[in-house]
């Protein structure tokens, strides 16, 4: 996860992935995912 504030905007990104399937599986699947939020901050924010 991370959070970062640029020019009044909070900006907050997280991403998963699984690990990668092993030799020995005949079938896997995987599942990956991200999200990314940006939010205008006020003038008033310290």
Known sequence: MKVN???DVL???A???E???TQ???MSSRRAWSF???VQLPNTVD
Do not use: S
């Open 5 to 7: 504030i640029d020019d």
């Open 11 to 13: 900006i907050i990104r």
């Open 15 to 17: 991403e998963t992935r």
């Open 19 to 21: 690990p990668a399937a």
């Open 24 to 26: 020995d599986e005949l």
């Open 36 to 38: 990314t939020r940006a």
